[in-house]
């Protein structure tokens, strides 16, 4: 079965601008997660959602938001983008909530902001 | 801020030889799980082992876990090129529903 997929793959936006990043996860799962990663920070955790919920949150100014769809599709959306925000952006999905589950990782969405 | 460290934090070797990448994280967890990212791609799960196991293996893979030293240890068998990739762990703290990552061993094989 398809694994998560992200769109857009890439992007470039310019400062003060917002973006969308999209995530199908895995037909059945219902839980997505969203990660960022950064050369001087690593992956970092952004948020869960589970049955539309947002379950759990990482440390990230409120600039940075998501939401799931009621067919477990989630949106992540970073507002007044700043150059820090130049990431890889990986969703993820797993079957339950993730804990105790494995996580399965899309290719991610590079966001650069100039 | 990361939970783990990951050791070493690169790696050369040459192909044919085994290659071990060590994880210490600092609280007590529900699961540890190794992934591979190739440059500039997502992340492939590769094993996940859970707070009472203490072994497990998947085709070269072996990954051993020691909770009371919160460690744990990746090994890849007879390496091959394509396995050039960075690897890191994550753990599952317990009560958390998120994955803590370490920053990562940059593994390089060489033909």
Request: aromatic share 8%; net charge positive.
């Amino acid at each position: 079965k398809a694994g998560v997929t992200q769109t857009p793959r890439y992007l470039i936006k310019t400062r003060g601008q917002q973006v969308t990043l999209s995530c199908s996860p895995i037909s059945g799962h219902r839980s997505v997660s969203w990660y960022q990663q950064t050369p001087g920070q690593g992956l970092q955790f952004l948020f869960e959602y589970f049955s539309e919920t947002q379950r759990n949150k990482g440390n990230f100014p409120g600039r940075f938001s998501g939401r799931q769809f009621s067919n477990s599709r989630s949106e992540m959306n970073v507002s007044t983008l700043e150059l820090g925000d130049s990431a890889l952006y990986l969703c993820a999905s797993s079957l339950r909530e993730s804990s105790g589950n494995t996580i399965y990782f899309g290719e991610g969405s590079w966001l650069t902001v100039v | 801020s990361q939970q783990g460290e990951e050791d070493p934090q690169a790696l050369s070797i040459q192909e044919g030889e085994n290659a071990t990448m060590n994880c210490s994280y600092k609280t007590s967890i529900n699961n540890l799980q190794w992934y591979r990212q190739n440059s500039g791609r997502g992340l492939v799960h590769l094993i996940l082992i859970r707070s009472n196991e203490r072994e497990k293996h998947s085709g070269r893979l072996r990954v051993t876990l020691d909770t009371s030293k919160k460690s744990s240890s990746l090994l890849i068998t007879a390496s091959r090129a394509a396995d050039t990739a960075s690897y890191f762990c994550a753990t599952v703290p317990l009560g958390a529903q998120k994955l803590v990552f370490g920053q990562g061993t940059r593994l390089t094989i060489n033909p």
